[in-house]
């Protein structure tokens, strides 16, 4: 039997870095959107112990460090349910190493398959503590929709969902070292801030216009100038009809929020003449009811 969830990537339409933490890590607060782009995971337990990882993309880890088989053993580690073999596979349609948490996502449809296979009357609190264990990004890719995420990430609030609109997301060719610009950050140094409570007050009025206005990024204060190809596609994507532009999580990709399909798909086409990895995007709500 296979059982098969999608990995919904994520934006961040807000990302605050609020102090580094005695452990190293840093508090967050950041306003995140799930968005129809996603992997495809399949998961087929088996008689043989072990858990083995496929990808179709060769470069991607296949044993207990990528971070579906680390969410597999987590699962059975915190569910009391007795290990089983398993094999996991794992289809890629989120751009790699973007800032659009695309490993999350897939280890946090390994955890909602392997509960719903071994363990359905798990709450989703627990699913999502299991997920935190597994990386920061994880509880919130369990969750999906539109949430606040604190602290390391993994404290959520649901919120509104975004009102109907496009997003059209644009990789440039580069990869961003996450402990790179973390190490970037002096946090008192930070010139701007999101307005992350402005944006709150906008969700719960459905006002895009609003939602649009507060969209920020703080990485964007620290990236290095061989990055500036970042703040190209900004300007490209505004230049096209974007209501709003920026850099999701760490990056590097860049997404632009319009309020019609057609110009969306304008600016989408306009950017794929110079850069391969375009798409053309709209938010999907929360997986679970219990967080709508």
Not at 52 to 79: C, H, M, Q
Not at 149 to 156: F, H, I, Q, Y
Not at 186 to 191: A, C
Request: glycine share 8%.
């Amino acid at each position: 039997m296979v059982y098969t969830e999608p990995a919904y990537a994520k934006l961040n339409l807000t990302l605050d870095i609020l102090s580094k933490r005695p452990d190293g890590y840093h508090d967050l607060r950041m306003v995140m959107q799930s968005i129809d782009l996603a992997d495809e995971v399949a998961v087929s337990p088996r008689e043989e112990a072990g858990c083995r990882v496929t990808a179709d993309l060769p470069y991607l880890p296949r044993d207990g460090s990528n971070i579906a088989a680390k969410a597999a053993a987590r699962f059975f580690e915190t569910s009391g349910v007795s290990p089983a073999g398993l094999d996991i596979g794992i289809r890629k349609r989120i751009p790699v190493c973007a800032g659009m948490a695309g490993g999350s996502s897939d280890g946090a449809a390994v955890l909602r398959i392997l509960r719903r296979i071994y363990a359905p009357e798990m709450p989703d609190g627990k699913l999502e503590e299991a997920g935190a264990a597994v990386g920061s990004d994880v509880p919130y890719c369990i969750r999906g929709g539109t949430a606040l995420a604190e602290d390391r990430g993994e404290r959520l609030t649901p919120l509104p969902p975004i009102p109907p609109c496009w997003l059209v997301v644009c990789k440039p060719p580069c990869s961003i070292s996450t402990p790179e610009l973390f190490a970037q950050v002096q946090v008192k140094k930070l010139r701007c801030h999101p307005d992350t409570s402005g944006m709150l007050d906008a969700l719960k009025q459905q006002d895009l216009e609003g939602i649009a206005h507060r969209v920020y990024n703080v990485f964007e204060d620290v990236l290095p100038r061989r990055y500036a190809e970042v703040f190209s596609i900004k300007s490209d994507l505004l230049g096209l009809g974007a209501m709003a532009a920026s850099m999701t999580g760490s990056g590097p990709a860049v997404f632009g929020i319009f309020r019609e399909q057609e110009s969306a798909a304008q600016a989408a086409e306009a950017l794929s003449a110079q850069y391969p990895v375009v798409r053309l995007c709209h938010p999907v709500q929360a997986f679970s009811e219990n967080f709508l």
